[in-house]
């Protein structure tokens, strides 16, 4: 059997995306956010998105642009104080945004992938972020239900990959990207390095290629990954 080359031109891989799907964007602060793809995603301009993303970026960075450039309509995130423009869109209505614990968050993205329909928690009931939330009684307690987050795309950024789409994390990269590789319907990865197949060791494998579509290999970096020095 022999796998495939998945890797593919950046323009090409983001067309696919259509206006109004739901993207999830990997990241944890600045290490695993996908900068490159999300400038080609604001270069094309696809309209209407639901971007799910741990965090909103800060000014000038990620999730920014496609805010400035107004292309999102909803946000599925833990927190946005670090970006006066996504607060300030909040604040005016321009932008709807949905607010969960991190740690939820996570869960909901990995139940998603694991082809779970909503998990059940006490985790922030008696919130805010439980206001008008379903709840259910588990063994005499109450407990309540958080859907689980798929996507119609996944973008994710690795710090290696190989043709087939096997990809390697560093460090906090991994706190969401593998699972958001199991929770979208088509995955785009861009890697710092592209190996030949077979040359990714196993044991540094975090995403196995199978649940990558296609892989954008990144030229250079921009000034946005240099916040994170390793």
Do not use: W
């Not at 196993?202 to 290999?217: L, N």
Request: glycine fraction near 10%; hydrophobic fraction near 45%; aromatic fraction near 4%.
């Amino acid at each position: 059997m022999i796998l495939p080359d998945k890797t593919t031109l950046i323009e090409d891989a983001i067309a696919g995306i259509r206006d109004g799907a739901t993207v999830m964007l990997g990241g944890f602060g600045v290490p695993g956010t996908p900068f490159t793809l999300i400038r080609e995603l604001v270069r094309q301009g696809q309209r209407d998105l639901t971007i799910i993303k741990n965090d909103a970026n800060e000014a000038g960075m990620g999730v920014d642009h496609l805010l400035a450039n107004g292309q999102v309509a909803r946000l599925i995130t833990t927190h946005i104080g670090l970006n006066p423009r996504a607060v300030a869109m909040l604040n005016s209505g321009e932008i709807d945004v949905e607010f969960c614990a991190q740690g939820i968050l996570a869960e909901r993205v990995r139940a998603g992938g694991a082809g779970l329909k909503a998990i059940l928690t006490d985790i922030a009931m008696q919130t805010e972020l439980g206001a008008g939330k379903p709840r259910i009684e588990v063994n005499g307690a109450e407990a309540m239900v958080e859907t689980a987050l798929r996507a119609d795309v996944a973008l994710l950024h690795a710090d290696q990959a190989d043709v087939f789409g096997n990809l390697d994390y560093a460090a906090t990269a991994r706190n969401f990207n593998p699972l958001m590789a199991m929770a979208a319907d088509h995955v785009i990865a861009e890697a710092e390095a592209v190996l030949p197949l077979g040359d990714l060791p196993p044991d540094e494998v975090h995403t196995p290629g199978p649940f990558v579509d296609q892989v954008v290999r990144l030229d250079a970096l921009s000034e946005e990954y240099g916040v994170v020095r390793r």
